[in-house]
Each structure stands twice: as structure tokens, then as C-alpha cells.
């Protein structure tokens, strides 16, 4: 699996629920977890709140989204000494339900990044046995191309980005979706059309797709190889011209031909070097984290307020309680009045003037105040 294009048509997941359970105290069976496969690279965000909440960078890598409810036990749970024929059980809790954003970011080593029609495929499909679509006009790739390059006993990813245009990175065009792969890459090879076909000036398609990349802190500062494409459709003189521009502005460009193979050999060198040297800063071990632990007490397990005359019980513990126990049954509010009472809940109710035979409100449902 290599892209997230089956979530276009199916964005609900929902895992099986347990079975009820048997005579001669037999547990129901418990639901089958429910696995959705995504591709390695995939980053997993909250929808509302853009968190980040997991980041599958491994093969095998998983990450909990939502859990199953707890409880749904039935009277045997429940039987003590005192309490041997106990009438009680468990709803059980409802499952957890999120919604979630996924985004996919290749694992490459190297990102092709350029204007359309600079010649990435063509570059991609020259160094590696990887084959995109090539045509005479822009906008050919659609989705990103992995291949892998061996140069000199080095082995490392390629990614052929589609092609970029001016706002990119704000959100113009497709460009702001592919960006995002960039961000795995060790190095950028910023591919330019230094013939010109496109009619564009190679020096100003350099600064406008470089624009673009500062636009991302994540790009920002990422190592760069400049390779100036389509040589073989220039004179020696035009050439040299063009190298010349690049270096007064600064910029160390190196002239090749995917469809000749000029100069590639050269560039792979360039790059796999670039390589090489990321993975080294990146390899160092780091200091360990020194961590603080601060140590806070506790919350309240529970509060009391009063709301338009009637006392109300809120808490996690005390909705918890409600949530899943069967009020219905025969002995059910008489073990709710047990739990609460261990909790506390009823002794700071008397405290708050409550009487017997107040109707109270806890965790959201009305009982009769027993004591």
C-alpha cells in the first residue's frame, strides 16, 4: 500500500461489538479489533485540532485510535457474601469515536523539486528503473514517483515530486500537497529547464520555486543540488553562459541531460555525497533529555453545585458509574447507593443540607436521595 486514495471512498471504520455472554457463567466473546492499513509515512492528525497524534515512519508501526467501551458485566460480577442472588448488571460503555485526518508523506532520500516540465521524470527514469509518464507538456505527474538509485556501493530513494508553480505553498494549485513529501527528504535536486523551453528565464524559475520552498520552515534549510536539465538542446557557448549567471547569483548549478545522460554521473556523485553527510549529522547521538517531574496533587474525584434548585453530582468516577450500571434492574439503585457512599458522594451531599427524599441529580440522571 502506497497511497491513501481507498479513503476517498470509504471514511467510516467501525469494529465489531462483543457478544453477549452464556449460561453456566460464560463470557461473551469480545469484539475483533478493527485494523486500517495505511501506507508507511502516513501522519495521523486530529481533524478539529490539527494535533499530530501519531506518525507511522516504520513498517509494522501502529497507533490506537480508539478504544473499545468498558464494562457489560453480569450478575455473577456482582455476588458477595451479603448480596448472593445479586440483580445487577452492567449497559456497558459505548466505544470511542474520533474522526481523524490522515496525510501521507513519502520516506525518500532525495526530493526532485521544479518547475512542470523541468524534466524530474525524465531524470528519475534515467538514474532508477522506475518509469513515470514523460510527455511534451506540464502537469504529466500526478503523485509522486519512488525510485531507487545504486551509485558507487550507495543505495538511496528518489522522489519525483509533481510539479511546482508560484504560491505553491500557499495552497495554489496541488503544489501545498506535494510540498509535504519534500519535508521526508534528506536533500532537495532543484531540477531547472535551462534551455528555456517553457519560454520561462531558468535564473528567475530558480528563485520562484525557491521562494516556494522557504515558504516551509521544514524546507527552509534543507540541503540543496541545483541541476540544470536539457543541456544537450544548448551550444557549448550557451552552456557556459548560463553556468556563469547561476554563479554571480550566487547559486553552484550542475549541467545535465537525462535525455543524453551528460552530466549525471557527476550529479549522482554530488548527491549521494549530500547524503551521505545528512545521515551522518542525523546518526549522532543526542544527549539524553533530562526530565522534571512535578508532583501536583490530585483533583476532586467528584463536585457538588446546585442547578435550578436540585443538587447535582458530576464527576468522571460518579458518570462512569452511571453510564454503565442498569438502573432498571431490581437491585440496581441500591448498589449505586453503596458505590456512592464508599465514594463519599452521599456524606457530602447531607453536608450540602440534602434530605431524604430529595430528588438529586447524578451524573446527568435523577435519583431519590436514600439514607
Not at 83 to 106: A, M, N, V
Not at 149 to 162: H, I, S, Y
Not at 221 to 244: F, H, I, S, T, W
Not at 286 to 295: M, N
Request: one cysteine or more; proline letters at 5%.
Amino acid at each position: 500500500m502506497n497511497t491513501l486514495q481507498h479513503f476517498q471512498t470509504q471514511i467510516h471504520f467501525k469494529a465489531d461489538n462483543g457478544t453477549p455472554g452464556g449460561p453456566n457463567n460464560r463470557h461473551g466473546a469480545r469484539g475483533d479489533d478493527l485494523e486500517v492499513h495505511v501506507p508507511v509515512g502516513t501522519m495521523i492528525r486530529d481533524l478539529y485540532t490539527q494535533e499530530c497524534l501519531a506518525d507511522l515512519t516504520e513498517e509494522g508501526a501502529t497507533y490506537l485510535a480508539a478504544r473499545g467501551g468498558r464494562g457489560g458485566r453480569g450478575n455473577r460480577a456482582f455476588a458477595s457474601s451479603r448480596r448472593q442472588g445479586p440483580k445487577i448488571r452492567e449497559l456497558g460503555e459505548p466505544g470511542e469515536e474520533r474522526w481523524l485526518s490522515l496525510e501521507l508523506r513519502l520516506l525518500a532520500d532525495v526530493g526532485l523539486v521544479g518547475f512542470p516540465n523541468a524534466g524530474k521524470s525524465s531524470l528519475v527514469s534515467r538514474i532508477s528503473r522506475v518509469r513515470p509518464k514523460v510527455a511534451a507538456y506540464p502537469f504529466t505527474t500526478l503523485q509522486p514517483n519512488l525510485g531507487t538509485v545504486e551509485k558507487d556501493g550507495l543505495t538511496f530513494v528518489v522522489a519525483d515530486l509533481p510539479g511546482l508553480i508560484e504560491g505553491a505553498h500557499a495552497g495554489r494549485g496541488l503544489g501545498d500537497l506535494f510540498l509535504r513529501h519534500a519535508t521526508r527528504a534528506r536533500v532537495l535536486v532543484h531540477v531547472i529547464d535551462l534551455a528555456a523551453v517553457e519560454g520561462r528565464d531558468p535564473l528567475s524559475d530558480y528563485f520562484s520555486i525557491r521562494e516556494e520552498l522557504d515558504g516551509w520552515d521544514e524546507l527552509r534549510e534543507k540541503p540543496e543540488v541545483v541541476a540544470g536539465n536539457k543541456v544537450d538542446l544548448l551550444e557549448e557557448e550557451g552552456k557556459q553562459e548560463q553556468r556563469q549567471r547561476f554563479r554571480r547569483a550566487g547559486v553552484d548549478i550542475h549541467l545535465v541531460s537525462a535525455v543524453s545522460g551528460e552530466g549525471v554521473d557527476q550529479l549522482l556523485e554530488v548527491v549521494g555525497r549530500c547524503v551521505q553527510e545528512t545521515e551522518r549529522q542525523t546518526s549522532e547521538p543526542s544527549p539524553p533529555e533530562r526530565v522534571t517531574w512535578q508532583l501536583t496533587p490530585d483533583g476532586p474525584s467528584y463536585w457538588i453545585e446546585e442547578r435550578d434548585g436540585v443538587l447535582e453530582v458530576w464527576g468522571d468516577a460518579v458518570e462512569r458509574l452511571v453510564r454503565r450500571l442498569d438502573l432498571e434492574a431490581p437491585d440496581g439503585l441500591t448498589y449505586l447507593q453503596e458505590r456512592l457512599s464508599r465514594m463519599g458522594v452521599l456524606a457530602a451531599l447531607e453536608r450540602k443540607g440534602v434530605q431524604k427524599g430529595q430528588l438529586v441529580r447524578v451524573g446527568g440522571v435523577e435519583v431519590v436521595f436514600e439514607r
